[in-house]
């Protein structure tokens, strides 16, 4: 099974490399995007995949899955998720204010001038 | 347990919620804001006078012990920055009431400014590697909304750059964490630091570690500095003393503590990473500071300087190093502070960031050009000033440890902070006025946004800015940068307390697991 997850975060990391590497804004989101998911599955992966019990105690039969991770992964989800809708609504104003959704191009020419 | 701990956290917390429900009222946000400064001021001298006389304190969130639960831990480092922290926010906080105007001022300028202080001060406190990232990311978010507010063209530009290294470097650390907890199962600093102890440190290990340098360097500018003279030349000068003073220490703290707390046992490998990134940081801000012309970039350069001389200290592994990077982080933190405030001042009296277009200020603003010049001074580090002691200890430190090159390259940096400074102090304060009509039709335009902040007084009264609070925040930030080094023997006392527990992470651990 982790082999399976290993290739999968390898390619998640792979496009997302890849998009963040190119100029448009937009294909640079998605890249952060794709990392995070990566980094999420690789989480997942390190904590080690087995099954189990729900860990409450009195319940279950006593091997109980590690419900760090999930926290872990959790947490950081919401985070991410907060994080990319700001930077959607981010590049959206950069694009309007300069014109462009080069990353790190020069201004749009014929623009109105920055407020 | 100690409930006082998690009040640094829980006070801007509560204050950024509640201003969040009073935009418009800029007088109640800034009484607010100025009463929740001095508390914070209050309750960080007391943790630290706690620590002081009781030790390391800690606070088990919710009651669950470490390693299970998370815990907030002062030792006298955290406690003494955290102090630092609070002092210079205030002060950027007057600041802001001089030069931030109205209509930031209405979109939430002080609710995030309060934001990205939870960030910081919990950053400070947290004893767990993963509640670190959690903090970090409240300070990051909350820095991304100060970079954007007000949606220039340059802050446009920059601010989708400065959100893509962040997020990079966030996702970095996460996946360094999932190597971390594969590797030794626990994530409460402490506890890592005992099991990797018993594990010995290297192979997989030591992976992780320059993970986390990388992670961290990312964050405090530390060689990998490409993003930050482009991104903190964006916003507002109040935004950028609060990210030149607190954003780049937070990361130094995160370096400082993970390679004293929890990868502390393979030093000849971990050090000669340190070591080469303190030293090229060092350089090439050196370089960066004495090459260019605008007051802007020379003061960001300025900021990398500092990171650099810092990780020299840690990258020493003596006693006098580490209590060096103590004493030299406090200095560092209310310095860059006043040197963001003095050099806004600086560009909305002169109403130009280029030196070639300033001169003869002195006349008009002797006060202004004298605290300039003190604090070129205290950043180079002459004594009796606050910025020697630090470097005296460092660079004492790196030579107990044989460390003669880098030495002189940390001597050098400060020289070239001296040159870049008083090059701004001669050309801007000395001299004749410039001759203004020869300026380019490009350089007008590119600075009309200076020339609107120089005829400041003219219209502070309809948008409500205090320019008066400009001057006190700066003299109390100068007070302070003097103060330090008169009283250093006093302050000494501190930093050798926080010093001993870097030195040596039995106390943490001892301290948190109560073994």
Redesign the interface.
């Known amino acids: 099974m982790e082999w399976i997850m290993a290739i999968a975060v390898g390619t998640l990391f792979m496009i997302g490399i890849y998009l963040?590497l190119t100029k448009s804004?937009l294909r640079?989101i998605l890249g952060?995007s794709l990392?995070?998911h990566g980094?999420?599955l690789?989480?997942l992966t390190?904590?080690?995949l087995k099954r189990g019990d729900a860990p409450v105690l009195g319940g279950g039969s006593g091997a109980y899955a590690d419900p760090?991770?999930q926290a872990?992964i959790l947490?950081?989800i919401v985070?991410?998720f907060?994080?990319t809708a700001?930077?959607f609504v981010?590049?959206y104003?950069?694009y309007q204010?300069?014109g462009t959704d080069e990353?790190?191009g020069s201004?749009a020419e014929g623009k109105e001038?920055?407020? | 347990m100690n409930n006082l701990l998690v009040l640094p956290v829980l006070l801007p917390m509560a204050i950024a919620v509640f201003l969040m429900f009073f935009r418009r009222k800029i007088a109640l946000q800034r009484t607010v804001g100025f009463i929740g400064g001095i508390a914070n001021i209050a309750i960080a001298a007391a943790i630290v006078l706690r620590v002081r006389s009781g030790g390391i304190q800690t606070l088990e969130l919710g009651g669950w012990a470490p390693p299970y639960g998370i815990v907030f831990v002062a030792d006298m480092f955290a406690a003494l920055l955290v102090l630092a922290a609070s002092i210079t926010g205030f002060a950027v906080l007057l600041y802001s009431f001089a030069s931030i105007g109205r209509e930031r001022e209405e979109h939430y300028y002080y609710a995030s400014f309060h934001f990205l202080l939870v960030g910081v001060y919990g950053s400070f406190m947290t004893g767990d590697i993963f509640n670190l990232f959690v903090f970090f990311e409240v300070m990051l978010i909350s820095s991304y909304a100060l970079i954007t507010l007000g949606g220039s063209k340059k802050q446009m530009r920059e601010a989708p750059k400065y959100l893509l290294i962040n997020i990079l470097s966030s996702t970095l650390f996460v996946a360094a964490v999932a190597y971390l907890y594969a590797a030794v199962g626990t994530l409460n600093m402490a506890h890592l630091s005992q099991r990797i102890a018993e594990a010995g440190q290297g192979g997989v290990l030591n992976v992780i570690a320059v993970l986390f340098l990388i992670v961290f360097a990312l964050k405090a500018g530390l060689f990998l500095f490409f993003w930050l003279p482009g991104a903190y030349g964006a916003p507002p000068f109040a935004v950028r003393a609060l990210f030149g003073a607190l954003l780049t220490k937070v990361g130094l703290y995160a370096i400082v503590r993970t390679f004293t707390l929890i990868f502390p046992n393979d030093p000849s490998f971990t050090n000669a990473w340190i070591v080469g990134m303190a030293a090229a940081t060092m350089i090439l801000g050196g370089i960066g500071a004495a090459a260019y012309r605008d007051i802007p970039r020379i003061l960001n350069y300025n900021v990398l300087i500092g990171v650099g001389f810092v990780a020299f200290g840690l990258a020493t592994g003596t006693r006098d190093g580490m209590d060096g990077v103590v004493f030299y982080m406090l200095h560092d933190i209310l310095s860059k502070g006043l040197m963001f405030v003095l050099g806004g001042m600086l560009i909305s009296a002169a109403g130009s960031d280029k030196l070639d277009r300033m001169g003869g200020l002195i006349r008009s603003r002797p006060g202004l050009g004298w605290m300039f010049f003190v604090l070129a001074l205290a950043l180079t580090g002459i004594p009796p000033l606050s910025g020697f002691v630090g470097k005296v200890l460092i660079v004492r430190g790196g030579l107990e440890n044989g460390m003669l090159t880098l030495s002189l390259v940390a001597l050098a940096s400060s020289l070239l902070t001296l040159y870049s400074l008083i090059k701004i102090f001669r050309e801007a304060f000395w001299g004749t006025e410039p001759d203004l009509d020869e300026e380019d039709a490009d350089e007008a335009e590119e600075e009309s946004e200076y020339a609107e902040s120089g005829s400041r007084s003219s219209r502070a009264s309809e948008s409500g800015e205090r320019p008066a609070f400009a001057g006190i925040s700066a003299v109390l930030l100068m007070l302070l940068v003097v103060g330090m080094g008169l009283a250093a023997n006093g302050v000494y006392g501190f930093a050798g307390q926080a010093g001993a527990t870097l030195d040596n992470p039995g106390l943490y651990i001892e301290a948190v697991l109560k073994e």
């Open positions: 963040i804004l640079v952060t990392l995070t980094v999420h690789l989480l390190m904590a080690g760090l991770p872990l947490t950081s985070i991410s907060g994080v700001l930077y981010l590049a104003r950069a204010t300069r990353i790190d201004d001038a920055d407020s």
